[in-house]
Protein backbone atom coordinates (compact mmCIF):
# COMPACT_ATOMS: atom_id res chain seq x y z
CA UNK A 1 0.00 0.00 0.00
CA UNK A 2 1.07 3.07 -0.59
CA UNK A 3 -0.36 6.60 1.63
CA UNK A 4 -0.31 9.79 -0.26
CA UNK A 5 -1.18 13.12 2.18
CA UNK A 6 -1.37 16.66 0.53
CA UNK A 7 -0.77 20.22 2.05
CA UNK A 8 -0.03 23.73 0.59
CA UNK A 9 -3.38 24.50 -0.26
CA UNK A 10 -5.32 27.96 0.83
CA UNK A 11 -7.16 31.22 -0.59
CA UNK A 12 -4.84 33.42 -2.34
CA UNK A 13 -5.95 36.11 -5.07
CA UNK A 14 -5.99 36.30 -8.47
CA UNK A 15 -2.40 36.26 -9.83
CA UNK A 16 -1.19 34.95 -6.91
CA UNK A 17 0.95 31.44 -6.92
CA UNK A 18 0.75 28.57 -4.08
CA UNK A 19 2.57 25.55 -4.20
CA UNK A 20 1.41 21.84 -3.29
CA UNK A 21 3.20 19.68 -1.81
CA UNK A 22 2.55 15.66 -1.63
CA UNK A 23 3.95 13.03 0.61
CA UNK A 24 3.85 9.45 0.11
CA UNK A 25 5.04 6.89 2.68
CA UNK A 26 4.88 3.09 2.27
CA UNK A 27 5.45 1.01 -0.85
CA UNK A 28 6.37 3.81 -3.18
CA UNK A 29 9.19 1.43 -4.83
CA UNK A 30 5.70 0.16 -6.90
CA UNK A 31 5.12 3.57 -7.83
CA UNK A 32 5.74 4.53 -12.03
CA UNK A 33 3.41 7.85 -12.09
CA UNK A 34 2.68 10.58 -9.47
CA UNK A 35 -0.14 13.20 -10.33
CA UNK A 36 -2.37 15.79 -9.76
CA UNK A 37 -6.49 15.72 -10.21
CA UNK A 38 -8.60 18.83 -9.22
CA UNK A 39 -12.44 18.31 -8.74
CA UNK A 40 -14.47 21.74 -9.01
CA UNK A 41 -17.86 21.88 -7.76
CA UNK A 42 -20.29 19.96 -9.86
CA UNK A 43 -17.36 19.12 -11.98
CA UNK A 44 -15.68 15.63 -13.23
CA UNK A 45 -12.09 14.74 -11.73
CA UNK A 46 -9.63 16.13 -14.11
CA UNK A 47 -5.96 15.14 -14.35
CA UNK A 48 -4.18 18.86 -14.22
CA UNK A 49 -0.88 17.47 -14.41
CA UNK A 50 1.69 13.84 -14.20
CA UNK A 51 5.04 13.14 -13.63
CA UNK A 52 6.66 9.81 -14.59
CA UNK A 53 9.01 8.79 -11.62
CA UNK A 54 11.61 7.05 -14.06
CA UNK A 55 12.72 9.59 -16.28
CA UNK A 56 10.92 12.46 -14.85
CA UNK A 57 8.60 13.07 -17.80
CA UNK A 58 5.62 15.23 -17.74
CA UNK A 59 2.60 16.61 -18.90
CA UNK A 60 0.36 19.36 -18.20
CA UNK A 61 -3.17 19.56 -19.09
CA UNK A 62 -3.85 22.66 -22.16
CA UNK A 63 -5.19 25.09 -19.20
CA UNK A 64 -2.54 25.02 -17.15
CA UNK A 65 0.93 24.93 -19.12
CA UNK A 66 3.03 27.55 -18.66
CA UNK A 67 1.73 28.64 -15.32
CA UNK A 68 1.76 25.04 -13.43
CA UNK A 69 5.37 23.17 -12.97
CA UNK A 70 5.27 19.33 -11.59
CA UNK A 71 8.57 18.33 -10.52
CA UNK A 72 9.35 15.87 -7.56
CA UNK A 73 12.04 15.92 -4.81
CA UNK A 74 14.23 12.20 -4.43
CA UNK A 75 10.90 9.63 -4.29
CA UNK A 76 9.15 10.94 -0.96
CA UNK A 77 7.81 14.45 -2.26
CA UNK A 78 6.15 15.36 -5.23
CA UNK A 79 5.08 19.14 -5.52
CA UNK A 80 2.79 21.44 -7.58
CA UNK A 81 4.17 24.70 -8.40
CA UNK A 82 0.67 27.16 -9.43
CA UNK A 83 1.76 30.61 -10.68
CA UNK A 84 -0.69 33.52 -12.41
CA UNK A 85 -3.96 31.72 -10.45
CA UNK A 86 -7.54 32.69 -11.39
CA UNK A 87 -10.57 31.94 -10.29
CA UNK A 88 -11.42 29.07 -12.51
CA UNK A 89 -8.49 27.23 -10.82
CA UNK A 90 -10.45 27.01 -7.45
CA UNK A 91 -11.13 23.35 -6.63
CA UNK A 92 -10.41 20.16 -4.80
CA UNK A 93 -6.55 19.21 -5.70
CA UNK A 94 -6.03 15.74 -5.10
CA UNK A 95 -2.17 13.71 -5.41
CA UNK A 96 -2.69 9.94 -6.91
CA UNK A 97 -0.35 7.62 -7.87
CA UNK A 98 -0.35 5.24 -10.46
CA UNK A 99 1.40 1.91 -9.79
CA UNK A 100 1.31 0.35 -13.92
CA UNK A 101 3.86 1.66 -16.39
CA UNK A 102 1.82 3.01 -18.81
CA UNK A 103 0.85 7.02 -18.86
CA UNK A 104 -2.99 7.77 -18.18
CA UNK A 105 -4.76 10.35 -17.67
CA UNK A 106 -8.06 9.15 -16.31
CA UNK A 107 -8.87 9.15 -12.52
CA UNK A 108 -9.92 5.54 -12.65
CA UNK A 109 -6.38 4.47 -13.92
CA UNK A 110 -4.93 6.20 -10.57
CA UNK A 111 -4.45 3.68 -7.74
CA UNK A 112 -3.80 5.68 -4.71
CA UNK A 113 -5.40 9.26 -3.83
CA UNK A 114 -4.65 11.52 -0.95
CA UNK A 115 -7.68 13.18 1.21
CA UNK A 116 -7.33 16.45 -0.95
CA UNK A 117 -6.53 19.93 -0.15
CA UNK A 118 -8.70 23.11 -1.33
CA UNK A 119 -7.78 25.60 -3.53
CA UNK A 120 -9.65 28.50 -3.40
CA UNK A 121 -8.51 31.59 -5.84
CA UNK A 122 -10.82 35.06 -5.01
CA UNK A 123 -11.30 37.56 -7.73
Known amino acids: QVQLVESGGGLVQAGGSLRLSCAAS????????MAWFRQAPGKERELVASISVIGGSTYYTDSVKGRFTISRDGAAITYLQMNSLTPEDTAVYFC?????????????????WGQGTQVTVSS
Open 26 to 33: GRTFSLFH
Open 96 to 112: ASRARPARAVGASDYDY
